[in-house]
């Protein structure tokens, strides 16, 4: 099994700050990897897709960088609506998800 | 576009088999699609419970599959997940989800979860 490992745990950042998020895997994941962002009591919502896809209606703040076993999720100028629990999942055996990181604006 | 709508109990007891319903709309079940069931845990992460294709053709993940059974059915255009054996780890918000315009096994369409307590 491919293991995810996100860090940090939490991120507190104030609006309008650069959001870096990382996600580095057991073993390569060529590029087969995506972001979601969650919030409580809603389905998670795709953000990036093989790794610097932009999904569908994604605004461009949002970036996605990496190949191999290291990933980045960057949020350009952080927005109140962006707090949220942020997973990266791979796809390139299986299917796994990482541990989550958490984003607070102050 | 393509909505999904979970459904099934809210508690079950330990032991017994886990059974939930995700009802597709706006779109076939016989699609191109892979209907797929995801499970968070209270305060725990993500975790993908397997997937399968109106065919019938079924992938689990290996750390369930001895307790997994998906089906699907093509007159209600739905698609079922059953967990046998069910203990509280099993505790859990589980969503179904697919990918429409998305690569397979990346899901962007989701619906909007089911809360399953397993206790007695």
């Known amino acids: 099994e491919i293991v995810l490992t996100q860090s940090p745990a939490t991120l507190s950042l104030s609006p309008g700050e650069r959001a870096t998020l990382s996600c580095r895997a057991s073993?390569?994941?060529?590029?087969?990897l995506a972001w979601y962002q969650h919030k409580p009591g809603q389905a998670p919502r795709l953000l990036i897709y093989?790794?610097?896809n932009r999904a569908t209606g994604i605004p461009a703040r949002f970036s996605g960088s990496g190949s191999g076993t290291d990933f980045t999720l960057t949020i350009s100028s952080l927005e109140p609506e962006d707090s949220a629990v942020y997973y990266c999942?791979?796809?390139?055996?299986?299917?796994?998800f990482g541990g989550g990181t958490k984003v607070e604006i102050k | 576009q393509v909505q999904l709508q979970e459904s099934g109990p809210g508690l079950v007891k330990p032991s017994v088999t886990l059974s939930l319903t995700c009802a597709v709309s706006?779109?076939?079940?016989?699609?191109?699609?892979?209907w797929n069931w995801v499970r968070q845990p209270p305060e725990k992460g993500l975790e993908w419970i397997g997937e399968?294709?109106?065919?019938?053709?079924?992938n689990y993940n290996p750390s369930l599959e001895s307790r997994v059974t998906m089906s699907v059915d093509k007159s209600k255009n739905q698609f079922s997940l059953k967990l046998s054996s069910v203990t509280a780890a099993d505790t859990a918000v589980y969503y179904c989800?697919?990918?429409?315009?998305?690569?397979?096994?990346?899901?962007?369409?989701w619906g909007q979860g089911t809360l399953v307590t397993v206790s007695s």
């Open positions: 989800a697919t990918s429409v315009t998305a690569p397979r096994r990346i899901f962007d369409y």
């Open positions: 706006g779109g076939s079940i016989i699609s191109s699609n892979w």
């Open positions: 399968i294709y109106h065919s019938g053709s079924t």
């Open positions: 999942q791979q796809r390139s055996n299986w299917l796994t």
């Open positions: 093989d790794a610097s």
């Open positions: 073993q390569s994941v060529s590029n087969f």
